[in-house]
């Protein structure tokens, strides 16, 4: 009797932690990478990526990190629920000329926790 007990739990915690993690937050972005084209140079550029929560739960962006410090970026800070949208801007500084690709490191709670966004351009 103990041994069928301890068997239901087993399948019981499995089939609790396999639904859990079918229900989570997801990213749909219009595009991941904006080309900015030819741009000055020492003149910010800015772009305002757009995304939508298409998952079951809230999306909770823990940061976003851009790879190289001509950029910055400025997340939206409360939860996405289902359905809804937010933004993510991203500017970036050309200090020298030249083609120029950036990326930028979102963190979240999403069924891909690490999504990657990125710029490109020539600074004239």
Request: proline share 6%.
């Amino acid at each position: 009797m103990k041994k069928i007990t301890s068997i239901c739990a087993v399948v019981i915690a499995f089939i609790s932690l396999t639904a859990m993690g079918m229900l989570a937050a997801e990213f749909k972005f219009d595009k991941e990478t904006h080309d900015f084209g030819k741009i000055p140079v020492n003149k910010p550029v800015s772009y305002e990526y757009k995304f939508s929560n298409s998952g079951d739960q809230p999306i909770i962006i823990s940061d976003v990190q851009p790879t190289c410090g001509c950029s910055v970026a400025e997340f939206t800070k409360t939860p996405v629920k289902p359905g809804e949208a937010g933004t993510i801007k991203v500017t970036f500084n050309a200090a020298a000329k030249g083609p120029f690709t950036k990326s930028f490191i979102v963190k979240s709670n999403t069924k891909t926790p690490v999504k990657t966004l990125t710029i490109k351009g020539i600074v004239e």
